[in-house]
């Protein structure tokens, strides 16, 4: 929406400098300066990760979470993204602070959790920034969770045959770089 507008607004321009200067030159140089400036503002293709359909009907995949690499299962019904204990202990994550106050319902039953908020979390190339999480006491879960607090930052996502398809937000090539966090 915002493009559309951005194009109308040049293209008004564009005739504005038309009608107002009527010289061949000056009318070029208009044109260039509008076709520099949708250069510039063009974006990098959107992020996208493919993930395959496992062999017990899930999507499995390795993280990044804080910098250092873990397994995960995508769980679209899962509020939040849920870490293993020793995966949070694994990361570095500051285990004897957490206070585990949050009901939990997980597959293998009733359990609690702690919240906390992740600094990074990368799925190959989509990255997002301080995102919230949970992490279950000692022994109450074997696999990592990639929930909604992640995947409702994206631009998209959907199952097409037996792959999952992550796609993020293009990111403007001009101007510095700037990563896209969600405000809860």
């Known amino acids: 929406m915002i493009r559309l507008l951005l194009v109308l607004i040049m293209l008004a321009g564009t005739a504005g400098a038309v009608v107002a200067y009527g010289d061949p030159d000056q009318i070029a140089r208009a044109s260039h300066k509008v076709s520099h400036i949708f250069r510039a503002q063009a974006a990098s293709p959107a992020p996208a990760v493919q993930i395959p359909r496992g062999q017990g ?6 993280a990044k979470i804080n910098g250092v690499t873990a397994p995960m299962v995508i769980d679209t019904g899962a509020t939040s993204v849920v870490l293993t204990w020793e995966t949070a202990k694994a990361i570095g994550l ?4 957490l206070e585990y106050d949050v009901d939990l319902e997980t597959a293998g039953g009733h359990t609690k959790a ?10 190959g190339k989509l990255v997002e920034k301080s995102v919230p999480a949970l992490v279950v006491q000692r022994g ?11 995947l ?24 510095p770089r700037r990563s896209r966090t969600a405000v809860d």
């Open 57 to 62: 009907g899930e999507f499995t995949l390795r």
């Open 94 to 97: 500051p285990l004897e602070m």
């Open 114 to 123: 702690a919240r906390l908020t992740l600094d990074r979390l990368a799925v």
């Open 140 to 150: 109450q879960m074997k696999t990592n969770l990639l929930g909604m607090s992640f």
């Open 152 to 175: 409702d930052r994206l631009e998209s996502w959907g199952v097409r045959a037996d792959t999952l398809m992550l796609t993020g937000y293009p990111e403007l090539q001009s101007g």
